[in-house]
């Protein structure tokens, strides 16, 4: 089946720090992968997201390349900000109709002053 | 792209009432999808909703406590029924349009159950 594993969190950085949130996933067929965001008392939003094996996804600062190899699909970004503290949700969907994406179970990225 | 509108935004409800969550979006769509997130967690499939067919439930979800209506392809409304403290969660609607397209989400219902 489709599967999606992302690394727990929370997840506590300084500002301007480096982040990394690692996601692989299982798939049937060719997925396309997808980061969403929520940001405290909000839905989910779309980050970035790649079509095709090394694609490369970015927004915001963040990037992600979809890796067929190793079937990841990571998030990072150079310089974090306190805006950025939200939790993070790696995704993807299979071309099979009518299906709702499959989830990981997000990551709360926490950024300190 | 897609534009869903989704209410209430939030509300405080009391044991043993129903509440019903609207999700409203701006083009036709023809799957809807309804999602549980309980606190700190990730989303939950509730059930999917088609227009003009009963909606299909996940494991561990049952039409009676949460009935689901889909009165055309841009209207879907999700009950909460016979509400107690641990239905409190947030609620989130979604639509994508297949294949390999993204998800769009309504801003969610957080619902708390006294």
């Known amino acids: 089946g489709n599967s999606v594993t992302q690394m727990e969190g929370p997840v506590t950085l300084s500002e301007e720090a480096f982040l990394t949130i690692n996601c692989t996933y299982t798939a049937t067929g060719y997925p396309s992968l997808f980061w969403y965001v929520q940001y405290p008392g909000e839905g989910l939003q779309l980050l970035l997201k790649a079509t095709k094996a090394d694609d490369k996804g970015s927004n915001k600062g963040f990037e992600a390349t979809y890796r067929k190899e190793t079937t990841s699909f990571h998030l990072e970004k150079g310089s974090v900000q306190v805006s950025d503290s939200a939790v993070y949700f790696c995704a993807l969907s299979v071309l099979s109709g009518n299906t709702p994406l499959v989830f990981g179970k997000g990551t709360r990225l926490s950024v300190i002053a | 792209s897609a534009v869903i509108s989704q209410k209430p935004s939030r509300d405080i409800c009391q044991r043993g009432t129903s509440l019903t969550i609207q999700c409203q979006v701006d083009s036709q769509v023809t799957m809807m999808f309804w999602y549980r997130q309980q606190p700190g967690q990730s989303l939950t499939l509730i059930a999917t909703a088609n227009q003009g067919s009963e909606a299909t439930y996940e494991s561990g979800f049952v039409i009676d406590k949460f009935p689901i209506s889909r009165p055309n392809l841009t209207f879907s409304t999700l009950t909460v029924s016979n509400m107690s403290p641990e239905d409190s969660s947030i609620y989130l609607c979604?639509?994508?349009?297949?294949?390999?397209?993204?998800?769009?989400f309504g801003q969610g219902t957080r619902l708390t159950v006294v």
């Open positions: 979604s639509v994508d349009r297949g294949g390999n397209t993204e998800a769009f």
